[in-house]
């Protein structure tokens, strides 16, 4: 059963240090292994998407929900701190070029979760509801693209080096 979004409240982070365990880098660019970002243009988009989820799915800090200001925050912060690897690789920096222009352009919400917190059918269900903009799941050394920019057309959607469409 799922909840509604008046039954629990979304996860805000307070800032960028209060979910660390979900907002993990790596080379010192965010890369929370084991999590899937959804990026939504409108909170009643957010609040379907949530409400589509198990109950578990935010407990014990297994999700968070970032403001476009934090998502651009944290994108900046990539950028200052990716290491050389990171900047020669740059299948994240891309990534977090992508996820700060949704959140510059379209004041995008964004949805973070740890994948195996969420059902194959729950999955289904939050990118029916909440209609996501983008989704990625990023595993240990690939990045998925969950939910295509044109829904038609999965290749429409940007991926990068070690990336592959779900």
Known sequence: MTATPSDRP???????????????TRHGVFYPRGCEVYAFATRDDLDAAW???????G????????????????????????SAAAEIAAAELKQMDILRDLAQTHGALFL?????????????????????????????????ELVAED????????????????
Do not use: W
């Open 59 to 82: 407990q014990d800090g297994q999700a968070v929900v970032l403001t476009s200001e934090q998502m651009q925050e944290l994108a900046g912060k990539s950028h200052a701190d990716a």
């Open 51 to 57: 409400a589509a989820l198990p109950a578990q799915a």
């Open 10 to 24: 979304l996860p805000f982070a307070n800032d960028l240090d209060s979910k660390s365990s979900l907002l993990h």
């Open 151 to 166: 829904n038609r057309d999965l290749k429409s959607s940007p991926l990068g080096i070690n990336e592959r469409g779900h």
């Open 112 to 144: 973070i979760v740890q994948s195996d917190g969420i059902p194959k059918d729950a999955r289904a269900s939050l990118i029916e509801r909440g209609r996501p903009m983008k989704g990625i799941s990023y595993g240990l050394l690939i990045i998925e």
